[in-house]
């Protein structure tokens, strides 16, 4: 799956928010250090050692881009069988057997930011689990049995990508803001599977993993020594290439023109989308972001919840989105609902986006949000190997060395006038876009009332 479909997917099902009781005053946790080591052919490693149970994590993620996935789509295979293909010398079955055998996993992943590999197991079974791990990493078969298997189920998936509203309104909703053409807004057709071949994912392997645009984040019950002898023997043979950190323009070209958008489908629910581009990874804004999207929906005790939902009864769930990639990113609401609310929904949700934009969130909106967030921040730490993949995650994506250490800070740092600029920045109805999946017999009124509608067919989503 690749990135610009996987930092989507993650505000197709918005959790049905509750209440929650006022939160402590926040004291900033700041995670341990991780050590970090630089090995032979370049590699980065961030290690935490970490007795109290006999496992051990490790992950290696590559540095990649768009500019890689050639063809088109093809990481999506990648993510399907590097590890399901077995390796050169191990086939599949025997690989599945191997690992099973001690209870340990090896587990790749792929998308338009990065490729990666993890091991997990128990202590005792270090070596022999590393050993696939590599094999893994540097060997992969790509067998194209599995691959046709892949592409199948790939197949399938797009054959049945209509049956739902969320499905539908998530592909609209992002062809409507960042153009059909957008790497963050293309899905394959059947036509870019087929072409897919296996020497496709052997020349994208061979390209993308490169010891000196990796890093590994590595934790549990090790000694440190032993582990950085073991990997530098296991990469002894594992050169340097001249590949660089790849780039890619992500600059948006083509999204729509108009404000409201229809596609039209006989369900008794309808899925409404209102949003706009926002910010990327490393805006300086993302602190009041993110501490206004927890105030507005994406929080516990938010607005759109206790108004649109709680008191008025209109949705099965609202709630909004705040998505921060190497790209522009975007912002907005997300709602499900009867068909015969529509309208009515749309109108809610652009009362409390004007109330938003026009007036100072509340001091105690305030302070709870910020207490809350900074307060949840020990969970992303609260196992040894989220420390070290977080002190690994935050080199990998280019930030500031203390951002660990200062986001806590960053976040209490935010006023009520940042979030108010930043919400007639972004959140001002007469900037958002409207995409409403559904059938119009059933709604509740005419979406003409919010501008003209334009028509989205169908089978002309990606």
């Not at 590599?134 to 067998?143: C, S």
């Not at 046709?148 to 998936?157: L, R």
Request: proline content about 7%; hydrophobic content about 40%; charged content about 25%.
């Amino acid at each position: 799956m690749t990135a610009g479909k996987a930092f989507l997917l993650s505000f197709l099902t918005l959790p049905l928010f509750a209440a929650v009781p006022k939160p402590s005053a926040p004291e900033i946790y700041i995670p341990p250090e991780a050590e970090r080591v630089v090995l032979s052919n370049g590699v980065v490693a961030f290690l935490y050692e970490n007795h109290e149970l006999p496992l051990f994590d490790m992950s290696i993620r590559f540095k990649a881009s768009p500019a890689d996935e050639t063809p088109p789509h093809a990481f999506e295979m990648i993510d399907a069988v590097w590890r399901t293909g077995g390796t050169k010398s191990l086939p599949p079955d025997t690989l599945d057997e191997k690992l099973e055998s001690m209870a340990a996993s090896v587990n790749t992943n792929a998308d338009n930011e990065s490729l990666s590999v993890s091991v997990s197991c128990l202590t005792r079974d270090m070596d022999a689990a590393m050993d696939l791990w590599v094999d893994v990493m540097l060997n992969p078969a790509f067998d194209a049995r599995k691959l046709a298997i892949a592409k199948g189920q790939a197949m399938e998936s797009l054959r049945r990508k209509n049956e739902e509203p969320n499905q539908i309104g998530r592909r609209a909703f992002r062809d409507v803001i960042y153009g059909p053409d957008h790497i963050y807004a293309t899905d394959p057709l059947p036509a870019d599977v087929s072409r897919i071949s296996r020497n496709d994912l052997v020349a994208i392997h061979k390209r993308v993993v490169a010891p000196q645009t990796a890093y590994i984040a590595a934790a549990g019950d090790f000694d440190r020594k032993a582990l950085i002898a073991g990997l530098e023997r296991r990469f002894a043979r594992w050169p340097r290439t001249q590949r660089k950190d790849p780039p890619y323009d992500y600059a948006v070209s083509s999204g729509a023109a108009g404000r409201v958008f229809l596609v039209e489908k006989d369900f008794s629910q309808s899925r409404v989308a209102l949003g706009r581009l926002g910010i990327s990874r490393h805006s300086p804004e993302r602190y009041a972001s993110d501490v206004g999207d927890y105030i507005l929906g994406g929080g516990g005790p938010s607005r759109l919840f206790g108004e649109i939902r709680s008191r008025r009864g209109l949705a099965y769930s609202v709630g909004s989105f705040v998505q921060q990639p190497t790209g522009p990113g975007m912002i907005g609401v997300i709602s499900l609902t009867r068909a015969g609310a529509t309208v009515a929904v749309i109108d809610a949700i652009l009362s409390e986006l004007k109330r938003f934009s026009s007036e100072p969130v509340t001091a105690e909106e305030l302070d709870l949000a910020k207490a809350s967030m900074v307060n949840a921040n020990v969970f992303n730490f609260d196992l040894p190997y989220k420390i070290a993949a977080a002190h690994a995650n935050m080199e990998f994506f280019d930030y500031e060395p203390d951002e660990l250490k200062n986001k806590p800070k960053k976040i209490l740092a935010v006023t009520r006038e940042e979030i108010l600029a930043l919400a007639k920045k972004y959140y001002d109805p007469a900037g958002v876009k409207i995409v409403v999946v559904g059938d119009p017999k059933k709604f509740d009124g005419s979406l003409d009332k919010f501008g003209k509608v334009e028509k989205i067919p169908l089978e002309s989503i990606r």
